[in-house]
């Protein structure tokens, strides 16, 4: 029935564009829960932390080299944020010029909004993210410095969170986070074409609120722990 | 009720318009809104200036040719069309803004009026079955669930009046569109041209210029007829369905 040039078509359509969004953004949820599942170790100690650092190395290993799967990873983060930024932009520019002339009075949806500029600011707090955990692994406090703290992983998070401003960083873009998937979550299940019904649409809604949650919570216990000195 | 209007008044297409201050007195909370408009029109035939373009058909909720941008709100305050709306949503002294419909698919004829040709070309690009109907068929000729019966009702209650776009952040067509496939995806009759149909009416959206959808409802809210957001769900999952092949 459809021709693969109306299959082109399809792909390239808002929908088509939103179904990538949907996908990649998915693969981010899944991503964050396991990063979450991982920051929650260091409850457990210093030891656990490190193991379980060190464990995502080794993990396939003979089949895998030292730190395959990680990369793999990496490269399927990395394509899924092209992908959904690529999908991002391209509709918010298409939005614009579909409403040239804007209302005098009119009463916004401001979830639309955050999702944008929401989405802005989590790509500029990942940037930061990385380079201060992966790329260049820094230390912010000036307390705690040398490669010591560099090399071990649990003690690098320790020495960053103690420092205030540092940990507002991270409270402030897991609250970004936790708006950004609590209609993203859902937005994703409706674009799938999952909430055919009422009550699906509902249920889809409160996965939305639920991931954003769970996420919101699990990922500030570790930063305020350290904080507020309950893990030193 | 004395009401203050600030009007969007624009001489046609081409011209640029601007929201124009008037006053009317003595309206009764029993008149729909737009025989508030009428009134104010008669006034202004009266005065020799050029009376208030807006759109208006059936007056009874059911055509979908009126529509106006009501203080920031499709159809104004209440879940309806706007001229089943009526002057006791409003208080004494208020001041109204009334704009046209905004969507660069949807360009301005005159005043308050606008063009909604796309609607019908999406309508023309696959929303419609190509069957010869004949003379009408028995009733139980082709069984359909009653389920799959009551939501394609639910889903034909559009009357294409343009509310969602309006509403929307993005001035998206996708809760109308949501509404024709699937009212077309629940019955029997609707299969054949099922896939072909959704690709069509998604590539004749996007080149009308609309945006695409962020699943924040505003359309729902607005839509007279109480559209649900589900239908776009369908719309997409019958998109990607297509796109397997």
């Not at chain 1, 020495?159 to 609250?175: C, D, E, K, R």
């Not at chain 2, 209007?5 to 001489?11: P, S, T």
């Not at chain 2, 949807?106 to 070309?121: E, N, Q, S, Y």
Request: aromatic residues 8%.
């Amino acid at each position: 029935m459809t021709s693969s040039r109306s299959a082109t078509t399809a792909r390239r359509s808002t929908i088509g564009l939103k179904i990538l969004m949907a996908g990649t953004g998915i693969v981010f949820v899944a991503y964050v829960l396991l990063h979450m599942y991982g920051n929650l170790k260091a409850l457990a100690g210093e030891e656990a932390f490190n193991t379980y650092a060190e464990h995502l190395r080794t993990i396939g290993e003979p089949m895998l080299p030292y730190g395959g799967l990680l990369w793999v990873i990496r490269v399927v983060l990395l394509l899924s944020l092209v992908g959904h930024a690529y999908a991002a932009f391209s509709l918010w520019s298409r939005a614009g010029n579909a409403r040239r002339t804007k209302y005098a009075a009119v009463k916004t949806a401001m979830r639309t909004a955050w999702m944008r500029w929401g989405g802005v600011f989590l790509l500029l707090f990942v940037v930061w993210h990385l380079l201060q955990f992966t790329i260049l692994k820094f230390s912010v406090n000036p307390d705690r410095q040398g490669v010591n703290v560099q090399q071990n992983p649990y003690e690098l998070v320790v020495a960053s969170f103690q420092v205030p401003w540092n940990t507002l960083i991270y409270v402030l873009a897991m609250l970004a986070l936790a708006l950004h998937l609590s209609h993203g979550t859902f937005s994703a299940q409706q674009t799938l074409g999952w909430t055919m019904t009422s009550h699906a649409y509902r249920r889809a809604k409160m996965v939305g609120h639920a991931v954003a949650a769970v996420i919101v919570v699990g990922f500030l216990i570790p930063p305020l722990s350290i904080l507020f000195g309950l893990i030193k | 009720m004395n009401l203050t209007l600030k009007i969007w008044r624009q001489a046609g297409p081409r011209h640029r318009g601007e929201l124009k201050t008037y006053k009317v007195k003595d309206i009764s909370p029993d008149m729909s809104f737009l025989e508030m408009l009428d009134v104010l029109n008669e006034q202004l035939n009266a005065r020799g200036e050029e009376p208030i373009a807006f759109d208006s058909d059936c007056r009874e909720g059911i055509c979908g040719m009126c529509g106006l941008m009501i203080s920031g709100e499709a159809h104004g305050p209440e879940k309806t069309t706007t001229c089943q709306l009526h002057m006791r949503s409003f208080t004494d002294g208020e001041v109204i803004t009334i704009e046209p419909w905004r969507a660069n698919a949807f360009p301005v004829i005159k005043d308050l009026v606008v063009d909604r040709g796309a609607f019908d070309r999406i309508i023309q690009a696959g929303g419609y079955v190509s069957v010869n109907t004949g003379a009408a068929p028995d009733a139980h000729a082709t069984p359909v669930p009653k389920p799959n019966a009551d939501r394609a009702f639910v889903a034909a209650e559009c009357i294409g009046c343009g509310a969602c776009v309006a509403a929307c952040p993005n001035a998206s067509a996708m809760l109308f569109m949501g509404a024709k496939v699937t009212h077309l995806s629940e019955l029997p009759q609707g299969q054949p041209e099922r896939a072909a149909r959704v690709v069509s009416m998604v590539e004749q959206h996007d080149e009308e210029g609309f945006g695409g959808c962020t699943n924040v409802g505003a359309c729902s809210q607005a839509c007279p007829k109480g559209i649900p957001q589900d239908v776009i769900s369908t719309l997409n999952k019958d998109l990607r369905a297509a796109l397997r092949g």
